[in-house]
C-alpha cells in the first residue's frame, strides 16, 4: 500500500513540485493550502508524514505542527525559508522532525520523507539506545535507556525522542568523537548530502536542557570542524534497569 504524504504550503507552484517528485517516488499526495485546511485533511485522512510551510496564511506551519502532534506522532518535516539557527529551535519545539529551508532541491525534501520513514519503520539501529541497555551514569547525570529517561540529580530533564539518542549515542562512549556525517547517517537515517547544521541544532537544543557544564564533571565538547564527543573525567558508571 502507497504511504500517503500531506503537503502545505500557501504557493501552489510548490505544491505542484512537489506532488510530482513525491508521486513519482511512490507515494501518494494530498494537498493544501493553508495550516486550517492542512489539520482538515490530517485528521480526515490520517497520511504517514506532513510536510509544512511555516509562512502561511490562516494558521501557520508552527501552530499546525502543534495542533498535530497534540492530536498524533506522525513525522512532520518544516519548509522555511528562515535559516537562523534559532528559528529552527522553535521549529523542533512544536515537535517538528526535520527542517528544510527554501531555496530547496525537490529530491532533497523525497529523500528526506523516505528517510524519515525508513527510520519511524524500522527498530532503532545498535548506535540507538535499546531497551537492555544499562543505564549510564556520569556523577549527577543518568541517562535510563529502557525508561529512556534522563536526570540530573533528581531531576528529570525532558527530551525529545532524537535528543534522548542524541545524547544515550554519545555518552555510551565518552571521548569519542563523533562527525555530524555519521550522526546524520546514524540517527537521522540521511546521506552526505544532508544539511549537517541539523545535528548542530539539535545539539545546542539539548545542552541548553542539560546546562552543558564541564565543572559537572562531564560535557558535551565541540570537536571543531569535526563534530562531537561526550566528556567525562569517569568513564561511564553502569546501573540496574
Known amino acids: 500500500m502507497k504511504q500517503t504524504i500531506l503537503v502545505a504550503d500557501d504557493d501552489s507552484q510548490i505544491r505542484q513540485i512537489l506532488r510530482l517528485y513525491l508521486e513519482n517516488a511512490g507515494f501518494t499526495v494530498l ?8 489539520l482538515l485533511l490530517f485528521q ?4 504517514d508524514l506532513v510536510i509544512l510551510d511555516i509562512m502561511m496564511p490562516v494558521l501557520d506551519g508552527l501552530e499546525t505542527a502543534r495542533q498535530i502532534r497534540n492530536l498524533a506522532a506522525t513525522p512532520i518535516i518544516l519548509l522555511t525559508a528562515r535559516v537562523e539557527d534559532d528559528d529552527k529551535l522553535v521549529g523542533f519545539e512544536t515537535g517538528a522532525d526535520d527542517y528544510v529551508t527554501k531555496p530547496f532541491s525537490p529530491g532533497e525534501v523525497v529523500a528526506r520523507v523516505q528517510a524519515i520513514l525508513r527510520r519511524t519503520a524500522q527498530p532503532p539501529t545498535a548506535t540507538v539506545a535499546a531497551a537492555d541497555t544499562p543505564a549510564l551514569s556520569f556523577g549527577a547525570l543518568s541517562i535510563d535507556a529502557a525508561a529512556r529517561t534522563v536526570k540530573i540529580g533528581t531531576e528529570e530533564i525532558e527530551l525529545t525522542a532524537r535528543e534522548f539518542d542524541l545524547l544515550h549515542t554519545l555518552a555510551a562512549h565518552p571521548g569519542h568523537i563523533y562527525t555530524r556525517e555519521s550522526l ?3 540517527l537521522w537515517g540521511y546521506g552526505a548530502e544532508a544539511d549537517t547544521r541539523t545535528v548542530d541544532v539539535h545539539m545546542q537544543r539539548l545542552r541548553t536542557k542539560l546546562r552543558n557544564d564541564a565543572a559537572s564533571g562531564w560535557n558535551i565538547t565541540t570537536v571543531w570542524g569535526v563534530g562531537y564527543r561526550f566528556d567525562s573525567e569517569k568513564k561511564a558508571g553502569t546501573e540496574s534497569c
Open 31 to 38: 494537498d493544501a493550502e493553508n495550516g486550517v485546511a492542512a
Open 44 to 47: 480526515q485522512s490520517h497520511p
Open 184 to 186: 546524520l547517517s546514524a
